[in-house]
Structures are given as C-alpha cells and as structure tokens.
C-alpha cells in the first residue's frame, strides 16, 4: 500500500506560481513511475508530469516550459509551477504505479488561476 498526500493548491493571479508537495508513505520499493494528473471541471483527468524509475521526466505539451517536476527526496515529489494560465484551473493529483502496474492516487488538491 502507498498513500499519497498532496498540499501547497490555492488561488494564484494569471501569470503567477505554485508549488504542489506530495507526500508519500508505505511500501514504496517497487516504483515504475510517479507524477501529476489534474482534472478540470467537465473534463477528463489527463497526465501533467511524470517521473519514471530511470528518472526521466514527461510533461503534457501545454505545460512544458513552465512546470517543472521533481522529486525531492524518497518520500516526496514536488511539481513547480510557473506562468500560470486560467486554463491551468484543475483538481491535482498526485499518482504512483508500482511495478504491478497498479495505481495510486492522493485526494487532490486545488488549482485556481483568476484575476
């Protein structure tokens, strides 16, 4: 089992940043890869960024250039967020697969760009 905590979401001004935490507990051995979903209302979740085992990161096409994902220590992965659009407006998920390929998900944290 991994549980996933997410923090760090609130409301931003166009053009503005935020970081999201995600902290990560349990048996975290078998990791194939770990990163950022979001879902805006309406809409379907689709993939922010991702961290595979090798390290490696995949952004989505609209994020590229101004998010960046990392991961801090064993326990933590982090998604920097810079330039930030209304259309970035979302629930962020924070997401783990291990090597079974079975998912875990945090309970999401909010996103909210508006002047």
């Known amino acids: 089992q991994v549980q996933l905590v997410e923090s760090g979401g609130g409301l931003v001004q166009p053009g503005g940043s935020l970081r999201l935490s995600c902290a990560m507990s349990g048996y975290m051995f078998n990791m194939y890869k770990l990163g950022w979903y979001r879902q805006a209302s309406g809409k379907q979740r689709e993939l922010v960024a991702s961290?595979?085992?090798?390290?490696?990161p995949t952004y989505a096409d609209s994020v590229k250039g101004r998010f960046t994902i990392s991961r801090d220590n064993k326990n933590t992965v982090s998604l920097q967020m810079s330039s930030l659009k209304p259309e970035d407006t979302a629930v962020y998920y924070c997401?783990?697969?291990?090597?079974?390929?079975?998912?875990?998900w945090g309970q999401g944290t909010q996103v909210t760009v508006s002047s």
């Open positions: 997401h783990f697969m291990d090597g079974s390929y079975f998912n875990y």
């Open positions: 961290i595979t085992g090798g390290g490696n």
